[in-house]
């Protein structure tokens, strides 16, 4: 099975960055059309040990029905869409009216919460308890028919897109999971959303352009 992974260096803890590198050797390759309209659903298994996964608790009209972890992961998947969410582009105060304007033309389809963490061709988004030499998570790649991304549990992960501390942003790193998922290299130019290094808690990749 070919995983794309996302890895935290040691000196990240001094704010200096998280690096992303494929598992294998295998390139991912090739533009998003290449994953199926069946990949294109998604569901959020919220098992997430850390309550900063799940503390923000304020509802937003932009994505009725959903708070903490799930609504930070639906606005990153969000961020690949081929037009601005709602029309207006609102709902994340770190890109006021920006929110999905990538141009990236994926347009995900969020089908709600999962009763479990599924199979690795499950398109499902949780947790996984547990951790693996400096690694934040992983994508598992699209193998007939879907894909499976993970966070390991060692790290905090925080809901809110504006943390400042040294917590993980979910967001922004399930919008670079999320892009290894749709088939893309982990190689982006510098300043976009696939470049191999993230800067500080990984807010930047989910307001960065995309490839």
Known sequence: ??????????????????????????????????????????????????????????????????????????????????????????????????????GANFDAVFQGLATDVGGTDSNTFSELIGSDNGILGFTELPINDGWRIRFYSTWTWDDDPGTTTFDNDIQGVATTLYGFAMGFDPSGPSGSTLNGTLTGTGVPPATGPCP
């Open 1 to 102: 099975m070919n995983l794309n992974q996302l890895i935290l260096p040691a000196v990240a803890f001094s704010g200096a960055a998280v690096l992303l590198f494929p598992a294998t050797t295998e390139a991912l390759g090739g533009p998003p059309q290449l994953l199926q309209p069946g990949q294109r659903d998604f569901r959020i298994f919220n098992n997430f040990t850390d309550p900063e996964a799940n503390d923000n608790t304020t509802p937003d009209p932009n994505f009725p029905g959903y708070t903490g972890a799930p609504l930070a992961i639906w606005k990153a998947c969000t961020e690949w869409s081929s037009e601005l969410h709602g029309g207006t582009g609102n709902g994340d105060p770190h890109q006021p009216g920006g929110l999905g304007s990538g």
